[in-house]
């Protein structure tokens, strides 16, 4: 699919449309001394290792694609709900 750099859509702080710029989200990166990353290295020490079953064989093809939304006018950042497709692309 392919999405221009620029579209108007509404944003929740300026309560109008406005122009913003497209980007793709991109998962950062994972912080190994976060809470939750600690907890987990925690329970999967000494006996009964793994907590949660892990998941080897998919059944999906394709996975969610999120764009950002910034807001041109105040600078807001918003994200649109993902949908499935193979490549999203940005067009200008
Ligand atoms: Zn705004």
Redesign the pocket.
């Known amino acids: 699919m392919k999405i221009p750099q620029t579209i108007s859509s509404y ?1 929740p ?2 309560n109008e449309h ?1 122009d913003h710029t497209v980007t793709i989200y991109k998962k950062g990166q994972e912080r190994s001394m976060a809470i939750g990353a600690r907890r987990h290295e925690r329970e999967l020490r000494g006996y009964g290792g793994q907590k949660y079953p892990i998941q080897r064989n998919k059944s999906k093809t394709t996975d969610k694609k999120t764009t950002c939304l910034k ?6 950042v918003s994200m649109r709900r993902g949908i499935r497709m193979k490549k999203l692309e940005i067009v200008r």
């Open positions: 944003c702080k300026c406005t807001c041109k006018k105040c600078g807001h």
